[in-house]
């Protein structure tokens, strides 16, 4: 596909046989008897389980309109039905008055239930294996976390998040919720040092690429204290970078650390490195009591922004819109701030602190779907560890105003999505919900602090609360939960 004057997209199939082992990941037993009716409206989504399923081997019918699901299903037996969650309700009403004895599969945001025993719930991005699953019919098969992520939790394991930008804190920490663990997080190698000196973390993610201090200088620090058992010296260290090209594994294993994750983090990743890393004392089955419930919150609208692939973003951060929705209110408030940071470093021809504040921007960027602006952070990154400044100079403003324009957007999208009806002014409502935030706080509960948050935020505040909001949500993320409980108190204290 060709765009002239932009350049030409050449894809390339490469049919691929098993050439040893009986292992196969994903693999459905009798395909050619096991159709599927796909309805689901994006057609983005649609293509890749479409896709999937004919890599499996199974006959599959896709449709964009629910009529046209039930007209399908009038004149056609099908024996599996994938439907959008949004159309669970009428699809099981609609079956019932027809007797079909079609298997219902929802395809849902992460963290949804669905309390009818006859539907098999999935989550959102569905890929090969769970449908492998679904379709073999595997009795211990519970949602995506079981077959493909969350294997296991480990509530007694103690995490340390390193990242100097909040955006890829929440990120991050966000995948790591479902796992049940003990997750803190800071903003510098210079906490982070300070940090392992009050806690024993049984796995340390430090952010390669930060100010004043890299990942590796800290790494180097860490390593150099001293414990009568060597902790410092074993503790495992992941580094966390955006550049995953060739050659930086060798040179972070070199410099002290035991091994990457490249940004954006890929879940299937994420949880190979906690299989490897956690001591295995620390690690407990995964069982359907251990599923983690996000708090339901009604969508008003789907979130539509310029210049953001939504869909994408969603795959990079977990799959959930009320994490991504958050994680889009970080990504604003950090792109009204590193401007700032860029100007100051630009205008003292320090090329190098410019590279790593853009480094961090390009991350993000990508984090949320933003891969055009990702791109031209990266050249500017590029760009300023070769110390051209030239280039730096004529891309820099452009950049600043694309940044400018994407964060305007999604703020203007974020009120379009949570807004609708009245605005609140006061907190009569909620001072119940706040107690219960304050008391999670006390008890160091993140999950329950986390879903709380999003049921008060998931309403539209006058200016001043959704500011109050905001700061106790960032010290939730930071992992200061006395200051947030203080918000708190004031808060409760009005009348």
């Known amino acids: 596909s060709s765009v002239y004057g932009k350049g030409s997209t050449f894809t390339i199939m490469l049919p691929q046989k098993i050439v040893a082992g009986d292992d196969v990941l994903a693999r459905v037993k009798d395909p050619e008897n096991k159709g599927v009716i796909l309805y689901e409206p994006e057609a983005e989504h649609a293509k890749t389980i479409v896709h999937a399923l004919e890599n499996l081997g199974v006959p599959c019918q896709w449709v964009d309109l629910q009529s046209r699901l039930f007209e399908e299903l009038l004149v056609r037996k099908y024996p599996y039905v994938f439907v959008a969650h949004s159309a669970l309700e009428g699809t099981l009403q609609m079956a019932e008055k027809m007797e079909l004895d079609s298997k219902i599969v929802s395809m849902a945001d992460y963290g949804t239930t669905v309390e009818n025993p006859k539907v ?10 769970v449908i492998a699953n679904v379709l073999n019919d595997v009795s211990d098969y519970s949602g995506r976390e079981a077959a493909e992520e969350f294997r296991f939790v480990a509530p007694d394991a103690n995490i340390l998040i390193v990242d100097d930008i909040n955006t890829n804190l929440i990120v991050a920490r966000g995948l790591m919720v479902p796992f049940k663990m003990r997750i803190d997080v800071c903003k510098s190698g210079k906490d982070a040092i300070a940090m392992v000196q009050e806690t024993r973390y049984d796995i340390i993610f430090m952010d390669h690429m930060m100010p004043e201090m890299d990942g590796i200088e800290a790494t180097e620090k860490i390593r150099a204290l001293e414990s009568s058992d060597n902790y410092y010296q074993d503790v495992p260290i992941i580094a966390l970078t955006a550049n995953a090209v060739s050659g930086m594994k060798e040179m972070f294993l070199k410099n002290g650390m035991n091994d990457f994750l490249a940004k954006p983090i890929e879940t299937v990743k994420l949880n190979a490195a906690l299989e490897k890393w956690l001591p295995a004392e620390k690690k407990k089955p995964w069982t359907e009591a ?40 970080s990504f604003s408030k950090d792109g009204r701030q590193k401007p700032a940071e860029l100007e100051d470093a630009l205008a003292r021809g320090d090329l190098d602190s410019y590279a790593i504040f853009v480094h961090a921007l390009k991350s993000a960027s990508a984090s949320i779907g933003a891969t055009a602006l990702s791109s031209k ?53 909620i001072r119940q919900d706040l107690a219960d935030l304050k008391d999670a706080l006390d008890e160091m509960e993140v999950q329950a602090s986390d879903q709380i948050m999003r049921k008060i935020t998931a309403r539209r505040w006058e200016k001043s609360l959704t500011e109050t909001f905001r700061k106790i949500a960032e010290h939730i993320i930071l992992s200061d939960f006395d200051e947030a409980a203080g918000l708190i108190d004031v808060l409760l204290e009005k009348k």
């Open 120 to 129: 098999r719930l999935v989550f959102l991005p569905v890929h090969s294996m």
């Open 290 to 329: 251990e599923k983690y419930t996000a708090t339901a919150i009604p969508r008003q609208k789907d979130l539509v922004i310029e210049g953001i692939n939504i869909k994408e973003g969603l795959i990079m951060t977990g799959g959930s819109v009320e994490n991504y929705v958050d994680i889009l209110t």
């Open 377 to 429: 952070a990266r050249d500017l990154e590029d760009a300023g560890k070769r110390d051209d400044r030239l280039f730096v100079n004529v891309n820099h403003k452009p950049f600043i105003t694309d940044l400018e324009e994407i964060v305007t957007r999604i703020d203007a999208a974020l009120e379009e999505y949570q807004g609708g009806g009245t605005v609140l002014t006061d907190i009569e409502n």
